[in-house]
């Protein structure tokens, strides 16, 4: 079983839709602070919502953290708005 490391980051982030066509908040330090490109998998909350999901290359040297429709409906959170990203581990 792989161990997951301890993170206690908080940013702030607009939603919105990456070119892809997936809803998603930006974290423009993520690159920097993981140390990667690649894929990054983390938990956390958005707007005090418990969430896992995959920061994602965006092809161009960044990253996407990509949110599903179950979260926003939970965070009551619509495209536009500015949440609160808590990250509490990296898997």
């Known amino acids: 079983m792989k161990e997951t490391t301890p993170i206690n980051k908080t940013f702030t982030s607009e939603i919105?839709?990456?070119?892809?066509?997936w809803t998603c908040v930006h974290w423009p330090e993520s690159v920097a602070y993981f140390g990667?490109?690649?894929?990054?998998?983390?938990?956390?909350?958005?707007?005090?919502?418990?969430f896992?999901?995959?920061?994602?290359?965006?092809?161009?040297?960044?990253?996407?953290?990509?949110?599903n429709q179950?979260?926003?409906?939970?965070?009551?959170?619509?495209?536009g708005d500015t949440i609160t990203v808590h990250l509490d581990e990296r898997l």
Do not use: C, W, Y
């Open 36 to 50: 990667s490109t690649k894929a990054v998998k983390v938990r956390g909350t958005m707007n005090g919502v418990e």
């Open 70 to 79: 179950k979260l926003m409906k939970a965070m009551n959170a619509q495209m």
């Open 16 to 21: 919105s839709v990456h070119e892809n066509g």
């Open 52 to 67: 896992q999901a995959t920061f994602l290359p965006t092809g161009d040297g960044a990253q996407f953290l990509p949110i």
